[in-house]
């Protein structure tokens, strides 16, 4: 069995932590023996601007005004044409313009449903909350050197450019690594509480991820009822990614932000996992 030591610095209950910026995984340090040659070429992408979406985005109140005010004018524009074009304003289904008005109004009435259907409903804004809890770090010191410092940069570059505020590495059984957001511990109220190792791995989250080998990412914890398998984080904990770490562990990171993770994060979690792996394997 392993030891294990606790690193813990000073703790507050429900202290808030200080948030890092965001960067994205390409702005992370590499190390020289990263790179096979000393001579590479360097290729400046730059984003292309969606000229289009960054007009609606600011201008989101005109937009969704908007099937209202052409509603509007097509409704005008038909009784106009009904006064200046001396037709009468009876309805008479054998006449082509009393069908061709019909239509039209039809379709005003449309536009304005649908321009006051974009005012009632809008999205509800997703916020960052600070994690209520106590911060930890506790790293397994059965482990080598160089695994030690795998886990540490796992944790620098995770936390530092995605919305990553708890992490949690199991492998072989054992907890390698608590570090981040932590819930208060029932006995004590400046610990964090420890990771159940055994009652983790026996819980259908780890199972189905372990078992099926692939991530597995809820985006609003809320909504899942197994979060009481994740007891160590704090209560507000937005969301979470379990990532298997081989075939014989599991990284669970905890984030501030519902479906705060993307795309890109989530395939980047996935390198990383592999990338530790292989150093856990050898070490």
């Not at 040659?37 to 979406?53: A, E, Q, T």
């Not at 609003?220 to 009822?225: D, F, I, Q, T």
Request: aromatic share 6%; hydrophobic share 40%.
């Amino acid at each position: 069995m392993l030891s294990s030591s606790t690193l813990r610095s000073p703790a507050i209950t429900l202290s808030p932590f200080p948030l890092r910026p965001l960067r994205s995984p390409s702005s992370l340090p590499l190390s020289r023996s990263s790179f096979s040659s000393s001579r590479f070429c360097r290729i400046n992408l730059k984003p292309r601007r969606d000229f289009v979406g960054d007009w609606v985005a600011s201008n989101d109140g005109i937009v969704r005004s908007l099937p209202i005010y052409v509603g509007g004018l097509s409704l005008i524009a038909v009784l106009l044409n009904r006064v200046f074009s001396g037709i009468a304003f009876v309805t008479d289904a054998s006449s082509s313009q009393s069908r061709a008005d019909i239509l039209a109004l039809s379709l005003a009435v449309i536009n304005l449903l649908s321009g006051f259907v974009w005012l009632s409903i809008r999205p509800k804004s997703v916020a960052m909350v600070i994690p209520c809890g106590v911060e930890c770090r506790r790293m397994n010191t059965g482990i080598g050197h160089l695994a030690v410092r795998e886990l540490q940069w796992v944790w620098d570059s995770i936390s530092s450019s995605t919305c990553c505020r708890s992490l949690v590495v199991i492998y072989g059984g054992d907890c390698l690594l608590q570090i981040g957001a932590a819930a208060v511990s029932e006995n004590d109220n400046t610990a964090a509480m420890a990771v159940d190792v055994h009652d983790l791995l026996k819980g259908s989250l780890c199972k189905n991820v372990m078992s099926s080998g692939k991530q597995s990412y809820l985006a609003n914890l809320s909504l899942y009822p197994g979060r009481s398998e994740l007891p160590f984080f704090p209560s507000n904990t937005q969301s979470v990614i379990l990532q298997p770490l081989g075939d014989r562990g599991i990284i669970i990171i905890g984030g501030d932000t519902i479906r705060g993770f993307n795309n890109i994060d989530q395939a980047w979690i996935t390198l990383v996992a592999e990338k530790l792996d292989a150093r856990l394997s050898n070490s």
